[in-house]
């Protein structure tokens, strides 16, 4: 029998696609650019398996024309980039990979918000460029001042494994901590970490630190629009390292020029990659990061045998362990049989 033809639109360790071969036919998109979508549509005709990235854009059609593809193995947390719906009812098993990268994207938040709150970049191009030593003073009492996070008010939008990471080192700064999920977490992780289950309306009020971590789905899309951004402190600062589309970029772009916030980290944007003349690169407030939150080796490495666990476990008919549309078995059971 051959082996079910595997595609994988971004290049892997190696490791994980030799481990891969043992079981599939395997072709790897070997660009640095991701895969056109006239290049998805006619590879997704010819695979009965593929490892996604979030940019790779995966509509109805082309599932539909995708007549022997049966899993679909992300490479990411995030899954808005597929329609789920329209695999489901197509049998077509969609995985993820979560909690693997958990600790990188909250170490990343905190990197933000110590970056922002303390104009780590905006000091380092004062050095880099010459401005200090234009400005022939070593030190000055009121030269490059930031904002104090020890003590101050955390605010967690969305409090999932990210969520509470971020809160768990929250606590060395003896923060008080908010949150607001869609479902309140149980009483003893609220006295674990010390957080306090808010309204989103209360929590950007009081919050110093806004730092949002929810999935992009229809309910949170622009869900931090101009009218919550006018409830946040002209003090505080927001961080985004969940999606772009979380977050109103026009309406964050006016935030920042009307001075109702003090400043911005984003590792996220609507636009991906963010063009160099975009509106936000303007600000000296605002830390710009090429979405890097699950970058470091250990975690993408992490992420990737996770992709082959889901893939050799469906190879085997087994269900695979972070299943996104657990309903598909319904449809068809796991396997390529």
């Known amino acids: 029998m051959a082996k079910p033809k595997l595609w994988i639109t971004r290049e892997l360790f190696s490791e994980v696609i030799e481990r891969l071969k043992k079981y599939y036919d395997v072709e790897v998109w070997d660009r ?18 593929a490892s996604t990235l979030l940019t790779d854009k995966i509509t109805c059609d082309i599932l539909e024309e995708a007549k022997n593809l049966r899993i679909i193995a992300q490479y990411a947390v995030g899954y808005d980039n597929i329609d789920i719906e329209c695999a489901t009812k197509l049998g077509i098993y969609v995985t993820n990979t979560p909690g693997v990268l958990t600790e ?3 170490d990343l938040t905190w990197a933000l918000i ?13 050095v880099r460029w010459g401005e200090w030593w234009r400005k ?8 490059m001042l930031g904002i104090e996070i020890y003590g101050k008010t955390l605010g967690i939008v969305g409090f999932g494994r990210i ?15 908010l949150y607001y999920d869609i479902v309140r977490a149980p009483p003893e992780v609220e006295k674990e970490l010390g957080a306090k289950f808010v309204d989103l309306e209360t929590l950007l009020k009081e919050s110093d630190v806004v730092t949002v971590h929810t999935p992009l789905t229809k309910e949170t899309y622009h869900l931090i629009n101009e009218s919550k ?13 969940a999606r772009g589309a979380v977050v109103d970029t ?17 590792d996220v944007f609507e636009q991906e990659p963010l063009p160099p003349n975009h509106p936000l690169t ?21 992420m990737a045998q996770l992709v082959a666990d889901n893939l050799i476990a469906f190879y085997e008919g087994k269900v695979p362990p972070t299943l996104v549309n657990k309903d598909v078995v319904k449809v068809r059971p796991p396997g390529f049989k």
Not at 163 to 177: C, E, L, Q, T
């Open 229 to 241: 951004l006018k409830l946040m402190k002209p003090t505080a600062i927001l961080i985004n390292t």
């Open 282 to 302: 303007r600000f000296k407030n605002v830390i710009l990061v090429p979405h890097i939150g699950s970058a470091t080796y250990e975690t993408r490495l992490k």
């Open 136 to 143: 022939s003073t070593g030190w000055h009492p009121k030269m």
């Open 114 to 126: 110590l970056g922002v709150a303390r104009r780590v970049v905006e000091a380092d191009t004062f």
């Open 163 to 177: 969520g509470k990471a971020v809160a768990r080192r929250a606590k060395g700064f003896s923060m008080k901590i």
């Open 32 to 49: 640095y650019t991701p895969p056109p979508p006239e290049v998805i549509r006619k590879k997704f005709k010819e695979i009965d398996a």
């Open 104 to 106: 990188a994207v909250a």
């Open 250 to 266: 026009k309406a964050l772009v006016k935030a920042l020029e009307e001075g109702w916030i003090a400043g911005a980290g984003l």
